[in-house]
């Protein structure tokens, strides 16, 4: 998963617009996982190495294509954009190491748990830190979904840093990037750039390793390695662009399709056994779900009929 930060504000298309680059983007995060089965064999430390290396040149043609080097020339004269951008780097980064290690670990159902926590600890963070007022119904939703985290603690303490990694770490990530005047992609691509140097520290180290680079030993596994800035870049671009053309609960609300994805295929690819404990942390987490889109929906009917 990358930026959940919407960029400029959206335009006045009609919603149904952003909802194919939308659903675009969501699905490809959600089947994800299918992806780092094909390269399960790379530690998963050096693929998040290789990963920034090659999202980065990505990013730049995407920014050339799109004109976006003004905007990403004014982020970088900015001491005040450089430093929230770069504490952004390094919570994005803590969140692509744990969800790589987790998915290669067959921790399939941690992550999803992990991005289902993310809208909620979005509002509830909103409220500690933004001073955003919270509705009485996504209170109840909070409420439940940190029941289902309690149970969790009780029954699977294993797997349970995952989730609350995950969510955590992406939820300040757009803490920090909502707070910081840059688009998704000149966002992305400056982050990169920070993490470039560490990045290529990790991929001389295991370079240097007895067991030498996973990249350049196999065509098919460097060509799959070099794709991950495709599956980086690609989705954040569609999430860019649906962000402009529909309002932002709508799309906050289509959100939940990744993880619904992760999910199933936890259950019917991975194979991966569902415990008791689980499976009732996950209806929770839904009825939470459930609970909080109905609020942003009939929120969003009531200012349309205003």
């Known amino acids: 998963m990358t930026s959940p930060v919407p960029g400029p504000a959206p335009s006045t298309a009609p919603a149904v617009s952003g909802l194919a680059p939308a659903l675009g983007a969501y699905i490809i995060w959600g089947f994800l996982p299918l992806y780092l089965l094909l390269v399960k064999t790379v530690p998963a430390f050096e693929f998040v190495g290789w990963r920034i290396i090659w999202t980065l040149p990505l990013c730049l043609l995407i920014v ?74 996504q209170w109840i939703a909070v409420a439940i979904a940190a029941v289902a985290v309690a149970l969790l603690a009780a029954g699977a303490l294993t797997s349970l840093w995952i989730s609350l990694t995950l969510g955590f770490s992406f939820a300040l990530y757009g803490l920090v990037r909502k707070q910081v005047a840059v688009g998704s992609l000149p966002g992305l691509t400056i982050e990169s750039a920070i993490l470039l140097l560490p990045a290529a520290g990790i991929a001389a180290w295991y370079a240097a390793s007895p067991q030498g680079s996973a990249f350049g030993q196999d065509a098919w596994l460097s060509g799959l390695i070099v794709l991950s800035g495709v599956v980086t870049a690609i989705p954040l671009l569609l999430f860019a662009i649906a962000a402009r053309r529909m309002d932002y609960s709508t799309l906050g609300f289509l959100q939940y399709i990744a993880p619904t994805i992760v999910f199933f295929l936890g259950l019917f690819v991975f194979e991966q056994p569902l415990a008791p404990v689980k499976m009732i942390s996950f209806v929770l987490i839904w009825v939470a779900v459930a609970i909080f889109a109905s609020d942003l929906w009939a929120k969003r009917r009531a200012a349309a009929l205003a």
């Open 64 to 137: 050339a294509f799109r004109r976006q080097f003004p905007e990403l020339l004014a982020a970088l004269k900015s001491p005040r954009t450089l430093l929230a951008l770069f504490a952004s780097a390094v919570l994005i980064g803590i969140n692509w190491f744990t969800y790589i290690w987790a998915i290669m670990a067959g921790e399939v159902y941690a992550t999803s748990i992990g991005y289902y926590l993310n809208p909620l600890l979005n509002v509830l963070l909103g409220t500690l830190v933004l001073g955003e007022k919270l509705s009485r119904r």
